[in-house]
């Protein structure tokens, strides 16, 4: 079975501070995702990797940055954080890259509280 | 450009009774189409996808799906809710041509009754 890990379950944070959340998987996969999940909002792309150093926007990156400098992990960082990225992040990973019909696995998924 | 409207953000049946949570999606090509479930404090899990193949897709614990192309639509049911369906219902739609772009639905919050 796929595993795809977040570091951390809960979090909590202060307005402007640097903010790391963490995602492994085992799998070997190409893509790697983060999201948000807002209760009504659904889940929303921010930011995406194909590959090892690849990155690409998705559709809320403002206010975020990503890393990807191994195949298995891939990292959201929050520059400066504020109230409005209180919110619950999910990684997930998936196999082919440009493969629109791959599964993608999740993690549990990080509930930040930004204060 | 692409897009999902999940049509009922709530949906409550009774335990045994039939469940039916709706879907239409807008897509200039092909599209893949997913349904992932989220039970309370989890992470999402794949319940069935739709990529070219048959029309009507089956998943786990006894889902399934249609694919109805002259409708846009792709509706998930289940003959018989059970307790353990109650959870949070993603459907996603996917642009089958390039990078994997995804839409997510807002979401429908599944209630079972007993």
């Known amino acids: 079975d796929v595993k795809v890990t977040q570091s951390s379950r809960y979090l909590v944070k202060r307005t402007g501070e640097k903010v790391f959340l963490e995602c492994v998987q085992d799998?070997?996969?190409?893509?790697m995702f983060w999201y948000r999940q807002d209760p009504g909002l659904g889940l929303r792309l921010i930011y995406f990797s194909y590959d090892v150093k690849m990155k690409e926007k998705g559709d809320i990156p403002e206010g975020y940055s990503v890393s990807r400098e191994k195949k298995e992990r891939f990292s959201l960082i929050l520059e400066s954080a504020s109230t409005n990225q209180t919110s619950m992040y999910l990684c997930?990973?998936?196999?082919?890259?440009?493969?629109?019909?791959?599964?993608?696995?999740f993690g549990p998924g990080t509930r930040l509280t930004v204060l | 450009a692409q897009s999902v409207t999940q049509l009922d953000s709530h949906v409550s049946v009774s335990e045994g009774t039939p469940v039916l949570l709706r879907c239409n999606y807008s897509s200039s090509y092909s599209p893949s189409l997913f349904w992932y479930v989220q039970h309370p404090n989890k992470g999402l899990q794949l319940l069935l996808k739709?990529?070219?193949?048959?029309?009507l897709v089956k998943g786990i614990n006894g889902f399934e799906a249609e694919f109805k192309k002259s409708e846009t639509s792709f509706h998930l049911t289940k003959p018989s809710a059970h307790m353990s369906d109650a959870a949070e219902y993603f459907c996603v739609v996917s642009d089958r041509r390039g990078y994997q772009k995804v839409t997510f639905g807002t979401g429908t919050k599944l209630q079972v009754i007993p």
């Open positions: 799998m070997d996969h190409e893509n």
């Open positions: 997930a990973s998936s196999l082919t890259p440009g493969q629109g019909s791959d599964t993608q696995y």
């Open positions: 739709y990529t070219s193949a048959a029309t």
